[in-house]
């Protein structure tokens, strides 16, 4: 479950990078006005990504990006909204990856989404989602009246398929409250339905992204129960991994604590960000920034596409 509240974060709006206030010293990712984690309806956000960015810039920010799950479909449409409001948009995506069964989430920003080997891993991905979320609907099934008909009607058409939308079709059948309370009740793996789907190592995920000219950035590294240990750490950083996301309400102190002492020491970029789901989940955009030195870091080291810059 979530460690921080929202509250807890950084105010929205706040316009002015806080360098060295108790946020930047607590949570160990100064502030700024880049939101670089934030997901559209073309995976399981539920807005589009013209809406994202507007949300985005309501909130006080100058930059996002688009990190939908496994897909770089929402690109243009954010690109274009993003020239229209005068804002940076950082083109990213939040790659499926998986390390002894556990889900680990990598960001890359500004990668060659024509990358053949990207390419193919996502869409082996996106592919094997779709089987699993049938099968999770089968094993629903079982004891609910619910097809897959249900989730079909709560997924835009070609967007990543995921356990999210499994929740949105259970919320409509009244079978839950809401998105999160689905997956406290009938998705809590304890109850028996949970059906995983392929995702490639951390490893490599982070070379492909790496490959394709782009940024690697491992999302919510410190969630509870969730820390990598430190051999694949060391591995992904040999791998070339380019940072750590340290501001996300999911990330412990401690585990921050630990993280923030290893990007130090190995030099890697530290982000902050919402991971912002529309009303899909609580967190609000705005609610943890990418500091303008960070940001700058990772527009010089991506390379694979290119920024919209105002
Ligand atoms: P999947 O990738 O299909 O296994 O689903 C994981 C996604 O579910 C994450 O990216 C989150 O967006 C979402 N998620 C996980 N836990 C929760 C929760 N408790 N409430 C709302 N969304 C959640
Ligand atoms: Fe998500
Ligand atoms: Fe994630
Ligand atoms: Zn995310």
Redesign the pocket.
């Given at each position: 479950?979530d460690t921080q509240q929202a509250g807890d974060g950084p105010q929205h709006g706040q316009l002015e990078p806080s360098h060295g206030t108790s946020d930047g010293a607590r949570f160990g990712a100064p502030s700024g006005t880049a939101d670089l984690h934030m997901?559209s309806s073309h995976s399981?956000g539920t807005e589009a990504p013209a809406e994202v960015v507007a949300a985005a810039q309501r909130a006080g920010m100058r930059t996002m990006s688009l990190t939908d799950?496994d897909t770089t479909s929402g690109w243009a449409e954010a690109a274009h909204a993003a020239r229209r409001h005068g804002m940076t948009f950082v083109p990213g995506m939040?790659l499926?990856a998986s390390h002894e069964g556990r889900?680990v989430?990598v960001l890359g920003y500004l990668f060659d989404p024509e990358h053949a080997g990207l390419r193919r891993a996502t869409e082996r991905i996106r592919d094997s989602?779709v089987g699993r979320?049938e099968a999770m609907v089968r094993n629903i099934g079982r004891d609910y009246d619910f097809t897959w008909e249900d989730v079909l009607a709560q997924t835009s058409d070609g967007a990543t398929?995921?356990?999210?939308h499994i929740?949105d079709a259970l919320v409509a059948r009244g079978y839950a409250h809401d998105?999160?309370a689905a997956?406290?009740e009938i998705l809590h793996p304890r109850r028996g339905y949970f059906v995983s789907?392929y995702a490639p190592d951390p490893a490599t995920a982070v070379s492909l992204i790496v490959a394709a000219g782009g940024v690697a950035v491992i999302a919510h590294p410190a969630g509870r129960g969730r820390m990598l240990p430190p051999s694949v750490l060391q591995e992904l950083i040999r791998s070339g991994l380019g940072g750590f996301e340290l501001g996300h309400r999911e990330n412990t102190d401690e585990g921050t604590r630990a993280l923030r002492r290893l990007a130090h020491d190995a030099d890697l970029i530290v982000t902050g960000s919402s991971?912002y789901?529309g009303s899909?989940?609580p967190n609000r955009p705005g609610e943890y920034t990418t500091s303008d030195a960070m940001l700058a870091r990772i527009l010089a080291a991506g390379t694979g596409s290119a920024p919209v810059l105002p």
């Open positions: 479950m997901h399981d799950h939040e499926s889900s989430h989602r979320a398929v995921g356990r999210p929740a998105r999160s997956f406290e789907h991971d789901h899909g989940k």
